[in-house]
């Protein structure tokens, strides 16, 4: 295993209350693993044996429909931990887990978490407080689908990305990875043609910039309030 400092781990919520040598011995006890780009940590319907942690780069969890759509349900940042819940509960992982960009995560077998969670008992605490955090995020959203404007849905998905991975530049706040019109499509319950005609209005009226796969929000307080406009 190639070296790592275990402080790495310290931005992770399930590991925040560990000193250095409890962050040691859990990294001792996991993986470490690159994922280039379009790589995947895990597929859709595979049983759920390894629990993850990114360390440097961007996954996107997405999810396959039975319509044969997809939905992009977040994008992981480091420190955060993915594939955890449905590992533990003995389940198949429901969704990919895909490298947006060239990728570096640890991951520990179900059994490895399990000893890791027994020896640091901080560590099962604090992932129960993680999942029920998902889940209401999970709600959020399904409230948003079904109860929203897709403007608004939009600008949702687009202030949950400045939140998670967002990048103060001159020009506004710069989503720090590369995201396509489809990606956010996926994200907000729309389509590729309402995104991008919304984003071209957006463009013109200077509320974000965007290109391809590129979006800066240059006045995040606008797309606020498109949010919250009923």
Do not use: N
Request: with cysteine.
């Amino acid at each position: 295993m190639p070296d790592i400092d275990p402080s790495v781990l310290c931005g992770a919520d399930m590991f925040a209350a560990l000193d250095a040598e409890q962050l040691k011995a859990v990294v001792e006890a996991g993986v470490i693993h690159r994922l280039p780009k379009g790589r995947h940590a895990f597929q859709q319907g595979d049983p759920g044996r390894t629990c993850h942690s990114l360390l440097e780069g961007r996954v996107k969890i997405v999810q396959s429909r039975p319509d044969g759509g997809q939905s992009v349900i977040r994008f992981i940042g480091p420190g955060e931990m993915y594939g955890t819940v449905a590992a533990l509960m003995g389940k198949p992982f429901p969704a990919d887990a895909v490298a947006v960009v060239d990728s570096v995560e640890i991951y520990w077998t179900v059994e490895a978490m399990r000893r890791l969670m027994t020896r640091f008992p901080e560590i099962a605490l604090r992932s129960t407080a993680s999942a029920g955090t998902r889940l209401f995020e999970l709600q959020d959203r399904l409230g948003e689908l079904t109860g929203e404007r897709v403007e608004q849905r939009l600008a949702r998905a687009l202030l949950r990305l400045v939140r998670q991975a967002g990048k103060a530049t001159p020009d506004g706040i710069e989503i720090d990875f590369p995201i396509s019109r489809q990606e956010i499509a996926e994200m907000s319950g729309s389509t590729l043609h309402t995104v991008s005609r919304t984003l071209a209005a957006w463009d013109a009226a200077g509320v974000t910039e965007s290109s391809r796969r590129h979006i800066v929000v240059k006045r995040p307080e606008a797309l606020g309030e498109l949010a919250e406009r009923a």
